[in-house]
């Protein structure tokens, strides 16, 4: 809609329509957006707050135990926690669903409310599963093993006290539990869920796991099909009781990047992305590591292999009718909490989804699973004022929802950057972009107001404050149109970067090899020390 005006009052919406028919009250703040795009907040229909997205954050995966305690990587999750409310509304996440955890989940929930800068939380409790984990478990486990389907109905309703939003189960084959004992259980903790009002989500990634968690009472599929290409009459099943379907792609491409030692970061992920996690992914034992490097190495290739599988069956997916819903699976090994959601769309893109049903699947799509009745995913009158501002068309271009001008929660408009300072690399990235694109106020918008830009070893001032930088680069930029810096080698360290550079299209030399030294505080460049060859 074209030169549109949206009317909040007290945090709802109750108008939207052409700006030339708004009644606006005198009273109102009138914000102008006019050349941005306002869409629902994004909604994560699958996050764990028990996990971290860190290395040493699934000990059964990949056990690193040795090296990290798990009760500090758990006390250090608890610790951040607040921090990880704003990288989930930075990133344009305004709501999210826990699907399982320890009991503390609720206590998650609660302060999530009380937050006027967390997203929305819905939660389940701790898994009902198939199989144990006992790496997991200090004394509140987010997976407990049902030993038959009377335990079961006993798991569901110890979590059914404390109201959860969802039941989740944890459908696993293993040689000693059989799909039949998976079966009865799913058919029992969906009776018990039911009869309280509350749906089930079923983990099942084969094809008759999935198969026998819709026969008996799964609501929610959560994860892609894995292990093999679905079948039309899977599909129709799927279609006829109307069962929610959650792709889940990101997590699987996550995991094989860090436990294969090749992660590739999107800008998102280093601007939102929590910078003492990512930093734990280098720390991946190499290939000399023995048992470990092993173990890493097959978890990646298979991981690698299910997520093609997934990914294939989304498009029929989709075909046959079925409802979708975006979720990451963050916190998951290499799944950021926040920014994983923009790869999550960009996979769904590439798997042949149309952009508008990727951004369906992503508001009131996932909104579905959050609640059977969402009060938000839409931007229509009555429901909860969650959008968000956008500097470009995300119709166009998928990777438009990142260009994030503003988050609105419950009709508060925020800017991402004053919810989370860019990580020193995201900054550094970005001036070397605007570098690029030969933009001098973008250039010279990522360097504080005191700025010094130095000659190392030499300690020479060449440019100090703002003005003299923007001087010295708008020279530089109108003399060289051919400018280019390529990053040969980058080196993160706390708020330093350094940046190995090759420099071509220069005015004077054809080409120059550099080494430039960031300093960045408060989410700019305070200072930068050059090295020339």
């Not at 007290?10 to 939207?16: A, K, L, P, S, Y």
């Not at 200090?138 to 049902?146: E, H, M, T």
């Not at 000693?176 to 983990?203: F, N, Q």
Request: overall charge neutral; hydrophobic content about 45%; glycine content about 8%.
């Amino acid at each position: 809609m074209a030169d549109a005006a949206i009317l909040v009052h007290q945090g709802r919406i109750t108008w939207v329509g052409p700006k030339s028919q708004a009644r606006i009250p005198p009273t109102a703040r009138v914000v102008d957006l006019t050349g941005s795009w306002v869409m629902p907040g994004l909604v994560d229909a699958h996050v764990h707050f028990f996990q971290s997205a860190g290395l040493y954050t699934r000990p059964d995966i990949i056990d690193l135990r040795a090296v990290r305690p798990y009760a500090d990587e758990m006390a250090a999750i608890k610790a951040d926690l607040a921090d990880t409310f704003r990288r989930y509304l930075a990133s344009g996440v305004t709501a999210v669903v826990d699907m399982g955890g320890p009991f503390w989940n609720f206590d998650i929930r609660e302060a999530a409310r009380k937050d006027p800068l967390a997203p929305r939380v819905a939660v389940a409790g701790p898994l009902i599963s198939t199989v144990a984990r006992p790496q997991l478990d200090l004394g509140d486990p987010p997976i407990i093993r049902a030993d038959s389907a009377e335990h079961a109905r006993k798991l569901v309703g110890e979590q059914l006290a404390r109201k959860p939003d969802l039941t989740k189960i944890w459908f696993v084959l293993t040689p000693e539990r059989p799909a039949g004992d998976g079966a009865a259980i799913v058919a029992e903790v969906a009776k018990a869920s039911h009869a309280a009002g509350v749906r089930l989500a079923v983990h099942a990634t084969e094809l008759e796991t999935a198969r026998q968690a819709v026969l008996n009472g799964a609501d929610i599929l959560v994860h892609s099909i894995q292990d093999a290409p679905v079948d039309p009459g899977f599909l129709a099943l799927v279609k006829e009781r109307n069962v929610l379907y959650i792709p889940n792609l990101i997590v699987l491409e996550g995991y094989a990047e860090v436990l294969g030692r090749k992660v590739d970061l999107l800008a998102e992920e280093r601007r939102w992305g929590a910078p003492q996690v990512v930093s734990t992914w280098s720390e991946m034992p190499g290939p000399d590591s023995g048992e470990v490097a092993a173990q890493a190495a097959d978890r990646a290739a298979r991981f690698g292999a299910r997520m093609k599988i997934g990914r294939d069956n989304l498009l029929p997916v989709h075909k046959a009718g079925i409802p979708l819903a975006t979720g990451t699976d963050a916190g998951n090994i290499g799944t950021l909490p926040g920014p994983s959601m923009h790869r999550e769309m960009q996979l769904m893109v590439e798997a042949g989804l149309p952009i508008e049903t990727v951004l369906q699947a992503s508001t009131s799509g996932a909104a579905r699973v959050f609640s059977p009745t969402p009060e938000f995913g839409t931007v229509a009158p009555g429901m909860l004022a969650d959008l968000l501002v956008l500097e470009a068309d995300p119709l166009a271009d998928i990777r438009n929802v990142a260009r994030i001008r503003f988050v609105v929660r419950e009709g508060i408009l925020h800017a991402p950057r004053d919810l989370v300072l860019p990580s020193p690399e995201s900054v550094v990235q970005d001036q070397v972009d605007a570098y690029n694109a030969r933009d001098v106020e973008r250039f010279v918008a990522l360097f504080s107001p005191d700025a010094e830009v130095l000659r190392h070893p030499s300690g020479e001032v060449l440019a100090r404050g703002r003005d003299a930088i923007r001087a010295t680069y708008s020279d530089l930029f109108e003399q060289s149109p051919d400018l280019h810096c390529r990053i040969l080698r980058r080196t993160v360290q706390g708020r330093f970067v350094i940046d190995q550079e090759l420099v071509t299209g220069h005015r004077r030399k054809p080409a120059v090899r550099a080494v430039a030294i960031y300093e960045v505080e408060a989410g700019l460049i305070r200072r930068c020390w050059l090295v020339k060859e």
